[in-house]
């Protein structure tokens, strides 16, 4: 069990590495990312994990296979590469902010369903409440700014009519119309909305369970659908800037030539600190489910 100890503090430690490579843009170690979780998911082994002991490693698994996919490329191997240019009359992307938002959030959101299945539950009325009084400023947020982008996006398209002896013409502005940005929008917000939701119900069932540390990690990763709503309507193609009501964008703090990007090293302060929390708070002693020791797990 000594052990145990040492492998939750260098998988800190890895993680910390790995902030200050996003803070700088300039990884300190390609791998820290896949360590931290690694050594994650061997602390949990070695300090006991809980019933159902698939659990912890089965949430664990699409984390790790994200990290290795995500892992940051060799100095200089991204400098050549295809450019593929499309035609200016192409059509109207819609699934591209669900597929960007899709993209940062489907490890996060199938470990948060994992550990949902495996410690489902009723959870007390009075939690239940608190969840939604906490999911509304995330669902909120996506309302406004789907409705700011909307509604700028109306006005700023253009519709003349020209009247001939015999035909009317109608000619659009430039860009998308309403008609086409809205449903676009809407898919965009759906991963993230999905993750706060899922996230908060968890954090829910652990802090019924008496696992506050991990409800504290289940809440945190609500708060990285924040960030994921931004960068999902950010993809969505828009022909002009329309975009007033960002508050989590990567350009929300200022970037410097020091420090190059702030928010995503925020994001991945808030991310590992939550997998941290939800991991350590796991493994050990439960009041309802006693975890299985490290030797019975063989």
């Not at 400098?79 to 009359?89: A, C, E, K, M, T």
């Amino acid at each position: 069990m000594r052990r145990a100890p040492l492998l939750l503090i260098l998988a800190a430690v890895s993680a910390v590495a790995h902030v200050v490579g996003v803070l700088v843009a300039a990884p300190l170690w390609r791998g820290a990312e896949v360590l931290s979780l690694a050594l994650l998911l061997g602390y949990a082994v070695a300090a006991g994990l809980p019933a159902p002991r698939w659990a912890v490693p089965a949430a664990l698994v699409p984390l790790l296979v994200d990290a290795i996919r995500t892992m940051p490329a060799e100095p200089g191997a991204g400098d050549f590469g295809w450019v593929v240019y499309g035609s200016g009359d192409s059509a109207f992307d819609r699934t591209a902010g669900f597929d960007a938002a899709f993209a940062g959030s489907w490890a996060t959101l199938a470990a948060v369903a994992v550990l949902l299945v495996a410690f489902r539950g009723r959870g007390r009325r009075r939690r239940l409440i608190a969840a939604a009084v906490a999911a509304a400023p995330v669902v909120g947020y996506a309302a406004v700014r789907v409705t700011d982008i909307g509604a700028a996006v109306a006005a700023r398209t253009r519709v003349v009519e020209v009247r001939t002896d015999t035909t009317l013409t109608r000619v659009g502005g430039p860009g998308h119309d309403q008609a086409d940005v809205v449903p676009a929008l809407v898919l965009a917000v759906l991963p993230p909305l999905a993750l706060a939701l899922a996230a908060l119900a968890l954090a829910v069932l652990l802090a019924g369970r008496g696992r506050r540390l991990a409800a504290t990690g289940a809440a945190l990763l609500a708060v990285l659908a924040l960030p994921l709503l931004d960068v999902g309507i950010e993809a969505v193609p828009l022909p002009y800037s329309v975009d007033s009501t960002a508050l989590f964008a990567w350009y929300a703090v200022t970037p410097t030539r020091m420090l190059p990007q702030p928010v995503p090293a925020l994001v991945a302060v808030v991310e590992l600190t939550a997998y941290l929390l939800l991991v350590a708070g796991l493994t050990g002693a439960d009041r309802a489910a006693p975890a299985v020791p490290a030797a019975a797990v063989r």
